[in-house]
C-alpha cells in the first residue's frame, strides 16, 4: 500500500492546484455530479443545494442594487440643494451673539477671492438666519428663516411653483397702502399648514424678546409670496426664505451674519474646498455636505453591511446542502476512490475530484443566481410594480447596476462554497485502496 507523505489537510489544500494541472479530476467530477440518477435523495439535495446557493446570490444582489440606488437618489437631491458648504461661527468669536457675528468686509473679501480661484464653485452667499414659531390661524409650527440676498432670492424663484399675484402682497391700513415683507414657503409647509400665495402668517421669535414689561415674544406679519420646491422635504418642510432686510427688520439686528452657504457645480469636490475655506475663516465651522449628512450616510452603510450579513447566511445554509451532498456522494463511491487509489491517484487528486462537484455546485448557483438578479433589477427599474409610501423621495423602487459589486458578491460565495467543500474532500482523500474494495 502506498503511503502519502502528505497530510489530510495539505492535500485538500493542493485539491485547487490539481484541478488546474489534472483536467482528468474535473472530468471526474463533473460526471459524479451529472449522474445521479439512480439516487433521487442524493439528486433533490444537489439542486436544492443549487437553488440555495443561487436565492441568497439573487437576493443579495436585488438588495444591494435598490440600497445604492436609495443612497445615489439621497445624493442626487442633495445636489440640487443650494448648500453644498456651510460655515457657521462659533462661540467666543469677537461680538458673537446667539449665533450671529458682526459682518466682517476684509474677510467676505477674501472668501470672494478665494470663490474667484475655484471655477467649479458656484456662488457663495452670506446668510442671516434665526429659529422661528410660524403661526397661521389656530396652527404653528417651528421653522428656520434665512434671510438672502436678491441674487439668492432670483435662484430660489426658479424653483417656485406658484407665485402670489403682485395686489395680494399690499394691505390697506388706515387709508395708506402697505407692502408687507414677503417669504417663500416649501411646499410640504404649505401643505401642511394649507397655505397658498398670498395668504397672510405670523412669525414670532421665540429668543429675540424685550420689552417694559419684561420678556415680551416678538412678532412680525409676512405674506407669502411663493411656494418653492426643494425635492427635498425636510427642507421644504423646516425652511422658509426672505429677503435679508426683512430677517434684519423682524430681529432689529443689522449688519449680522449667521452663516456662509457656498454652492458647487460639482459637489464631489467639497470635502477639499470645504478644508480650504476652513483655512480662510479663522474660527468657523466649515462643514461639506458628506458632514452635514454624516449620520444619514452612515446609517445607510450599516443597513447595507446589515442586509449583506443577513443575506449571505442564506448562501452559508445552502452551503451545507453542499456539504451533504458531497459526503454521501463519497459514501456512495468508495468503490471508485479505491480503485482510483489503487491505480496511483494522489490524496489531493481524489480531493480534487470531489472539489470539483462542489464547485460544479456552486458555480451553477452563482451564474443562475446572477442572471435572475440583473433581470430583476432590470425589471424592477424599467417596470413601476413597487410602490412605495409617501414618506419617501420617490414612489418607486430606484435601481442601480454594479458590475463590480456583483463580481464581489460571486468572489465571496464561491469562497463559501470552497470552504464548505473542504470535510468532504479529506475525508475522501482519507479512504484507504483496499478499504473500498473491500466494502464492495
Not at 44 to 60: A, D, E, N, P, Q
Not at 302 to 311: D, H, K, P, T
Request: charged share 20%; hydrophobic share 45%.
Amino acid at each position: 500500500m502506498r503511503v502519502e507523505a502528505a497530510t489530510s489537510s495539505s492535500s485538500s489544500s493542493s485539491a485547487l492546484m490539481q484541478l488546474w494541472r489534472s483536467p482528468w479530476t474535473r472530468w471526474i467530477g463533473n460526471r459524479y455530479l451529472r449522474s445521479k440518477r439512480n439516487s433521487r435523495f442524493l439528486n433533490f439535495i444537489t439542486w436544492l443545494s443549487i437553488l440555495g446557493i443561487g436565492i441568497g446570490v439573487c437576493s443579495l444582489i436585488v438588495v444591494l442594487s435598490v440600497m445604492d440606488g436609495f443612497e445615489n437618489e439621497l445624493k442626487k437631491r442633495l445636489m440640487s440643494s443650494d448648500l453644498h458648504i456651510l460655515a457657521t461661527p462659533q462661540a467666543g468669536m469677537q461680538g458673537f451673539e446667539r449665533g450671529r457675528v458682526p459682518r466682517n468686509v476684509s474677510l467676505e473679501k477674501q472668501v470672494a477671492e478665494w470663490a474667484g480661484r475655484h471655477p467649479e464653485i458656484e456662488s457663495v452667499w452670506p446668510v442671516l438666519s434665526t429659529e422661528a414659531i410660524l403661526k397661521s390661524g389656530r396652527k404653528v409650527n417651528g421653522v428656520v428663516v434665512k434671510g438672502v440676498d436678491e441674487s439668492r432670492l432670483a435662484r430660489l424663484r426658479r424653483s417656485v411653483t406658484e407665485l402670489a399675484e403682485p395686489s395680494l402682497l399690499t394691505i390697506q391700513e388706515r387709508g395708506q397702502t402697505i407692502r408687507l415683507p414677503g417669504v417663500y414657503l416649501g411646499r410640504e409647509l404649505a401643505n401642511e399648514f394649507g397655505i397658498i400665495p398670498g395668504d397672510q402668517l405670523t412669525l414670532i421669535s421665540p429668543t429675540e424678546t424685550d420689552g417694559p414689561m419684561g420678556s415680551v415674544p416678538r412678532l412680525k406679519r409676512f405674506v407669502v409670496e411663493g411656494v418653492y420646491k426643494s425635492g427635498m422635504p425636510e427642507q421644504e418642510l423646516q425652511v422658509i426664505f426672505s429677503a435679508v432686510k426683512n430677517v434684519q427688520s423682524f430681529l432689529r439686528r443689522s449688519e449680522v451674519v449667521s452663516q456662509i452657504e457656498v454652492t458647487l457645480k460639482d459637489f464631489e469636490g467639497a470635502p477639499v474646498l470645504a478644508r480650504e475655506l476652513e483655512g480662510i475663516l479663522s474660527g468657523w465651522k466649515v462643514q461639506d455636505w458628506v458632514q452635514m449628512n454624516s449620520h444619514l450616510f452612515a446609517s445607510l452603510k450599516l443597513e447595507r453591511f446589515a442586509m449583506f450579513v443577513v443575506l449571505a447566511f442564506i448562501v452559508v445554509v445552502a452551503s451545507f446542502n453542499i456539504v451533504t451532498t458531497l459526503t454521501l456522494m463519497v459514501l456512495e463511491k468508495k468503490r471508485e476512490i479505491s480503485i482510483l487509489k489503487a491505480m496511483g491517484a494522489r490524496d489531493s487528486q481524489v480531493a480534487a475530484i470531489f472539489l470539483a462537484e462542489g464547485l460544479g455546485i456552486g458555480v451553477r448557483g452563482i451564474v443562475g443566481g446572477s442572471i435572475l438578479g440583473v433581470f430583476l433589477c432590470f425589471f424592477l427599474k424599467r417596470y413601476e410594480l413597487v410602490q412605495l409610501p409617501e414618506v419617501f423621495y420617490d414612489r418607486t423602487l430606484p435601481v442601480t447596476f454594479q458590475p463590480a459589486v456583483y463580481l464581489l458578491i460571486g468572489l465571496i460565495t464561491l469562497v463559501i462554497v470552497l470552504v464548505a467543500c473542504q470535510y468532504p474532500c479529506r475525508r475522501a482523500a482519507r479512504f484507504a485502496p483496499l478499504q473500498g474494495i473491500r466494502v464492495g
